[in-house]
């Protein structure tokens, strides 16, 4: 409420809407400015204001306002759009491929090569091949949006996937949420899409530790002396780092200055827990010259999401009788075992892995996790030799150090 009457916006439209509906009321008063997402609620009638005289005025009957109306569909329908597209990466194809096995199976994936290599412009991308979101998971996004006083009053509904990008220096609380009145942070902001973190080694090592809970269990809880609040954060994470602290280890055309205990030590800021939950690893090199002169377009994310989606029914089916698991990478060591089952080839593959290639045990998990999603992604039953033999590639933090690789 301002000082001359008028109404200003407020935080949560949309969650007040749905509070008020589910207590049984007819209607709700509110901001012109917060009308557009209140109005994404049906079954309660949304009467907007510009001021206090005019409430009033509504109230006593002494004017008619009629109640705000959009139409969820069409709205539903103009905002799934996304601005970027795959086809505009020139070269990385391999990368591109990580990208859409992560994708496909809902694993978390760090890119590891020197700047300038495409690490953030490939990111950035990735929410363009997730399956379309749901009507029931824009809501919860555009909830969680509303409360943080993010939404715009030009914006009913989020209907992309998030994309949130915080830097380095970032905070626990601004990461997790905080504040007096526990706000949404960075892993609520980008539920039901892509978090990402560039320069991951940058990250304080606190805020780091803070990530594990809602990677496990798609949620944080946010306490206070007066109040506990648990906001959802069930997101994708997207990682990137440089292979060690000048960033051109593996750069061809330029010498790293960097020795090998710097290596070491800026390695080990990410710790063994977290690098334990993200599945794929990739290895991102500069783009040769020749693809980024040449012509060729590459697969726009419209293709690509197809067969995401594809692969993404193959795994609802598979799990719809649980009511944790909708994807590959939530499958725990029980699920692994019924639905990873692999040939004797495909053992001795992880066998070599593990002994030759200085593999770690807790790789063996996440290498039968991703085969299952690739062999998701090609329509085969049973994982081959060549869909492990693919997910082995995928490990490359877990390989034994050396340096010039």
Known sequence: LSLDGSLRSIRGGLPISIAVRDAGLAGIVLPKENAKEAAMVSGIAIYPVSNLAEAIAFLNDE?????????????????????????????????????EVAAAGGHNIIMIGPPGSGKTM??????????????????????????????????????????????HTISDAGLIGGGHIPRPGEVSLAHHGVLFLDELPEFKHNVLEVLRQPLENGEVTISRATLSITYPANFMLTAAMNPCPCGYLTDPSHECSCTVPQIQRYRSRISGPLL??????????????KDLAGKATGETSQMIRQRVKRAREIQLERFKNSKTIFCNAHMQT???????????????????AITRLGLSARAYDRILKVSRTIADLEGDTEIKPQHVSEAIQYRTLDREFTVGI
């Open 63 to 99: 004017i008619q306002i009629e109640p705000f109306k959009v139409d969820m569909a069409k709205v539903f329908a103009t905002h799934q759009k996304y601005l970027l597209d795959f086809a505009d990466v020139r070269g990385q194809e391999h990368v591109k491929r990580a990208l």
């Open 122 to 167: 490939l990111a950035k991308r990735l929410p363009t091949i997730l399956p379309n979101m749901t009507l029931e998971e824009a809501l919860e996004t555009t909830k969680i949006h509303s409360v943080a006083g993010l939404l715009s009053p030009d914006t009913a509904l989020i209907a992309t996937r998030p994309f949130r990008s915080p830097h």
């Open 276 to 289: 334990d939950r993200i599945d794929i690893h990739i290895e991102v090199p500069a783009v040769p010259y």
């Open 334 to 352: 029980r699920e692994i075992r019924s639905y990873c089952k692999i040939d004797e080839q495909s053992q001795e593959l992880l066998r070599l």
